[in-house]
């Protein structure tokens, strides 16, 4: 019933930028919080950045003041943009978020399916 699919994501050199994307589809309302989560192999999954649906963010101290999260309500789109690319950010991203059904009382928390991201020379 509730689709997250990422996008964006791809192979960049060091100091290169990429915007991902999260688009939520479905009979839903409009998401409440959104995040973005990394995972790295043979590392634990990070919460990379949240935002709210008001539009406040967190970041992970790995990535503040290179990394930007941001929304369209009206799209139910999440963006990650990513400048300042270095290779410890390579990772598979994952997008999360708190969603109600229209049919359905009360939220439920859903996750997309990934996206890779590579930073490499």
């Known amino acids: 019933q509730v689709q997250l699919v990422e996008s964006g994501g791809g192979l960049v050199q060091p100091g290169g930028s990429l915007r991902l994307s999260c688009a939520a589809s479905g009979s839903i309302f409009s998401p409440d919080a959104m995040r973005w989560y990394r995972q790295a192999p043979g590392k634990p999954r990070e919460l990379v950045a949240t935002i709210t649906s008001a539009g406040s963010t967190n970041y992970a101290d790995s990535v503040k003041g290179r990394f930007t999260i941001s929304r369209d309500n009206a799209k139910n789109t999440m963006y990650l943009q990513m400048n300042s690319l270095k290779p410890e950010d390579t990772a598979v991203y994952y997008c999360?978020?708190?969603?109600?059904?229209?049919?359905?009382?009360?939220?439920?928390?859903?996750w997309g399916q990934g996206t890779q991201v590579t930073v490499s020379s």
């Open positions: 999360n978020a708190d969603i109600r059904l229209r049919a359905t009382p009360g939220y439920s928390n859903y």
